[in-house]
């Protein structure tokens, strides 16, 4: 089986014969019948051909990284299951000859049969930072820094395990609830830190011919590639230790949550009007996508731009998922009133009823849904203070997750005045240019601050 590498290799050697193909016939029409006996017989069996071959160097990838990902985990097993002097959980006979041999826990261990503490209990009061149940766990490995080791949180059978689990799924979960767009994108978990999309595009013709007469053919075919790259969002908290055992609720917690909140907030953003310059490229920065200029600001002109904009999305490509605005470029819309005093946007119930705090206008626009964030900016234009409408089918762009937000944790930076160091981080990536004409923003004057 080809590669990834190599199937991508050959994608782009294609892609060279094509547009070399297409060069020839505009230089020279007369070639205009080869090259369509080419592109028929050779290129397009080859690049379907490739296509099937690039899925499953993809398939293959994936499997690697998950067999990997199954050895580390089984030798990790297979290591705990070995003795490893007195520190050991199995509870066998406690003989002389079963304790010289591993298999027993000595007299003199706390967690023997009968004795009243658990090692389990103190896992969990060890990552209260309980000085008595650490000095417990790791009784018998006093010698190993004598000899060039120690325990670590890196390897899991050497301490490994003592950290908490829950705090990466505790942010993962905030991820998913406070970004707006991991809900109407794509999304792909990837392991590398870029990927190749392939572009074909053919435009076909069709016509009316009279009997005997030529057939209209189609000739002209592009194939594109769109590379979008992974990039890393990553923040640091500092936190007094005598905090950390003294807190009530946790502070640990706190602040891992709220270092989550700045890259969901890093993220979506990005993912909005990123540069592409250390970060993701964004939706208002992608080449080829449309735009709906709008200079005035009234209500009725906004919402006639974003009705042009959902006319150009569904000509373009199709009926668009969603409009995403910014709170206020909503608000705005909820509180515009006609002449005689009755909402644009009114109950369902009907145009003339009043409003209520029950009864309120449901979050659509002429049935496609209304999203808000508050990170669609605000600050944009000559005065500094436009926002944008960004109307789209968001299934079209694609977000790239290499690694979710993980949380580590160290004692060792700041030693010496007793403070805890969290690092959050996470590699993420996003692009919405291979198919631009499912997005249309619209944007000027009209958008700035009322």
């Known amino acids: 089986m080809k590669t990834l590498e190599e199937v991508t290799a050959e994608l782009n050697k294609t ?216 990039f890393t969002a990553a923040g640091l908290a500092t936190v007094s230790n005598q905090l950390l055992a003294d807190s009530d609720p946790a502070v640990d917690n706190l602040v891992t949550t709220d270092l989550a909140k700045r890259l969901v907030a890093l993220e979506e953003t990005a993912f909005i009007a990123g540069t592409g310059s250390g970060q993701p490229l964004g939706i208002l920065n992608t080449p080829g996508i449309s735009a709906t200029p709008l200079a005035s600001t009234v209500i009725l002109d906004l919402l006639d731009a974003i009705l042009d904009a959902i006319a150009q999305v569904e000509t373009d490509h199709g009926a668009p998922s969603a409009i995403l605005m910014h709170p206020r470029t909503w608000t705005r819309i909820l509180k515009s009133r006609d002449a005689q005093g009755a909402y644009y946007i009114a109950p369902a119930s009907g145009v003339q009823d009043p409003r209520t705090g029950v009864r309120g206008p449901t979050r659509t626009l002429w049935g496609y849904p209304v999203v808000t964030s508050n990170r669609v900016p605000t600050n944009l234009g000559a005065g500094t203070n436009e926002s944008r409408v960004i109307v789209a089918d968001f299934r079209e762009a694609l977000i790239l997750d290499r690694q979710g937000i993980t949380v580590d944790e160290s004692k060792h930076v700041h030693f010496t005045t007793n403070q805890t160091v969290f690092r959050a981080e996470q590699r993420v990536g996003f692009t919405a240019a291979r198919t631009p004409a499912a997005f249309n923003v619209v944007g000027g004057a009209g958008l700035a601050a009322g």
Not at 30 to 40: G, I, R
Not at 151 to 161: F, H, I, K, L
């Open 15 to 230: 892609n060279e014969r094509v547009q070399e193909a297409l060069a020839s016939v505009e230089s020279d029409p007369s070639k205009l019948e080869d090259v369509t006996k080419l592109v028929k017989e050779e290129l397009q069996p080859a690049i379907a051909t490739l296509t099937q071959e690039r899925e499953a160097a993809v398939r293959e990838e994936e499997f690697k990284a998950m067999k990997s990902e199954l050895t580390s985990l089984s030798t990790v097993i297979e290591d705990m299951k070995k003795p490893s002097g007195e520190f050991t959980l199995d509870q066998g006979e406690h003989s002389d000859e079963a304790i010289a041999q591993g298999k027993a826990l000595p007299e003199d261990d706390p967690y023997r049969n009968e004795g009243e503490f658990s090692v389990y209990n103190d896992i969990r009061l060890a990552n209260k930072n309980v000085a008595d149940a650490r000095e417990r766990l790791t009784k018998g490995f006093e010698g190993l820094n004598e000899e060039g080791k120690a325990m670590t949180e890196g390897t899991p059978a050497q301490g490994g395990y003592l950290v908490r689990p829950q705090v990466e799924r505790q942010i993962v979960q905030a991820k998913e609830l406070d970004n707006v767009l991991r809900g109407l994108c794509s999304r792909l978990n990837v392991n590398t830190n870029s990927i190749q999309l392939d572009q074909l595009s053919l435009s076909t013709l069709a016509g009316w011919v009279a009997e005997l007469a030529q057939k209209p053919e189609t000739t002209a075919m592009s194939l594109a590639t769109v590379t979008a790259s992974v």
